[in-house]
């Protein structure tokens, strides 16, 4: 698993990438109440807005991490906006990516220096 | 976080019971506990929530008599304080020479003086207002060593009738002395979450031994200032600087009901002809629930329009957020009254997106006072 600075972790899983936001980021935004998915099949570039998420207390967009393809939405998450306090690396996930260029996952932390980065 | 942010007696507490504390109008006030905003706030409507409110500003106003007293703080605002009887308080508000809000407060007849609760944002702009226009006669003063609490909720009756029987038989808007945690406590049965609950005024050094004492109690947990602004949305009570400022008459915030009935056929306050004009003829512009469809929250500043394609807009939103009450998201903002009927359909402006939003009747939930 790989995280960026904007607190948002990639996992790779059968050549797709699954997109999620961190525990860390989840607590600092407090209870979640709406959230807004991209569009399955819809093509985004690397730092393009592909979701929104509102907590009690403000909205943040949520950048797409890579380049590639949307090819799968949480729905749940949209239905149940608290799944993504409750599991933020697992059930709360946002979306999959089908990648166009893989190697942009280097850019990105692994566990270890992300926890440093929030301690 | 800045130097010149003021703590209030609480701060070690509020630390202690694990709050996020955060600058609020000069003060350095906790927003949330760990249970988080959602849970404080339904908690709340269901047992007792504690809140510190000490960053609100008390004004003891004094005279010879409390008829000269009334008749000069007349002067200042639309209300009818003359014939308010001695322990009972008023919702009332400070008005400009345009007939727009200063500030909106609570004052209570306490027999030889009036005790006024102004928002800490407005505290020095009201104490100076007071001074400067209240004659030589009256004595203002700013009370810097009591703490303010508030417990609200359904539970609040209980857990206070626990150390003082007497606030049982309080009514809604009564105000009492009464000795509460070893400490003279000024006790108001009023708050700001629509709940039944009671304001108490206490000296500093017991502030904290009875907030502690009132935590003991199983039903009552800290309550932060977030979930104190959810639980006043769905309320329908107005946040000033937001929902009510220097520009917005109290007639447009729909607040005529505060202003009694002599008051509005004598004047004699600032801003009078604007407000007697709007009383008779009607404003432009209404403060109206807006109840968005979606499950998007409608925030501060989004524009309102009447259709999806309409250029111009019809109003702005100006408290918005998600109740956690109802489950959904609510607002509440000023439309064109042509546009302020209950289920008149509209749109939201959300990053960029038209969502349709319906204006409702407010509160959104509540009250639950005891008349």
């Not at chain 2, 996020?20 to 249970?35: H, L, R, S, T």
């Not at chain 2, 609490?149 to 009464?178: I, N, Y």
């Amino acid at each position: 698993m790989k995280f960026t600075e904007e607190h948002e972790w990639l996992r790779m899983e059968d050549s797709v990438v699954i997109v999620g936001i961190t525990e860390h980021a989840s607590t600092q935004l407090g209870d979640i109440v709406f959230v807004e998915l991209p569009e399955e099949g819809q093509t985004l570039s690397k730092d393009d807005e592909a979701a929104v998420i509102e907590s009690v207390k403000a909205a943040s967009d949520i950048l797409c991490p890579i380049d590639g393809e949307v090819v799968e939405v949480n729905q749940a998450i949209v239905d149940e906006p608290a799944k993504v306090n409750e599991d933020p690396l697992g059930a709360g996930w946002f979306f999959k990516i089908a990648p166009s260029d893989i190697s942009q996952m280097d850019d990105y932390m692994d566990e270890n220096t992300y926890n440093k980065l929030i301690s | 976080m800045a130097k010149d942010l003021v703590r209030t007696p609480l701060f070690e507490l509020h630390l202690k019971h694990g709050a996020k504390m955060v600058p609020f109008a000069g003060f350095e006030m906790p927003v949330q506990y760990p249970q988080g905003v959602l849970k404080e706030h339904l908690h709340t409507r269901q047992k007792a929530g504690l809140f510190d409110v000490s960053h609100m500003g008390q004004v003891i106003l004094r005279a010879k008599g409390y008829t000269q007293l009334a008749e000069e703080f007349e002067k200042l605002l639309p209300m009818e304080v003359k014939s308010l009887k001695e322990g009972r308080q008023r919702y009332g508000f400070f008005t400009n020479d345009k007939g727009g809000i200063k500030d909106d407060i609570m004052f209570a007849n306490r027999g030889d003086h009036i005790f006024v609760v102004v928002n800490a944002a407005c505290i020095e702009q009201d104490f100076s207002h007071m001074r400067e226009n209240l004659s030589q006669n009256i004595q203002v003063k700013l009370l810097k060593n009591r703490a303010l609490l508030a417990l609200q909720g359904p539970r609040a009756e209980k857990v206070l009738a626990e150390h003082h029987p007497a606030v049982r038989d309080m009514a809604f808007m009564d105000v009492e002395t009464l000795p509460i945690a070893g400490a003279e406590c000024w006790v108001s049965r009023a708050g700001y979450t629509g709940e039944d609950g009671f304001e108490i005024s206490v000296p500093e050094a017991a502030a904290t031994s009875l907030a502690n004492s009132l935590l003991e109690h199983e039903d009552v947990e800290f309550i932060g200032l977030g979930a104190r602004d959810s639980l006043r949305l769905e309320a329908g009570l107005c946040l000033y600087g937001h929902d009510i400022n220097e520009d917005t008459s109290p007639i447009e915030a729909g607040l005529t009901w505060a202003i009694q009935s002599r008051r509005r056929v004598e004047a004699g306050f600032p801003g009078a002809t604007r407000i007697q004009e709007e009383i008779t003829s009607g404003p432009v512009k209404r403060r109206v629930g807006i109840l968005p469809e979606g499950r998007a929250p409608v925030r501060e500043g989004c524009k309102i329009y009447a259709s999806k394609t309409a250029e111009d807009a019809i109003g702005a939103v100006t408290s918005g957020g998600f109740g956690p009450t109802l489950n959904t998201p609510v607002s509440m903002g000023y439309v064109r009254t042509p546009f302020a009927a209950n289920d008149t359909a509209l749109f939201a402006e959300v990053r960029g997106k038209r969502l349709p939003v319906k204006v409702v009747k407010l509160p959104f939930t509540g009250p639950n006072f005891k008349r």
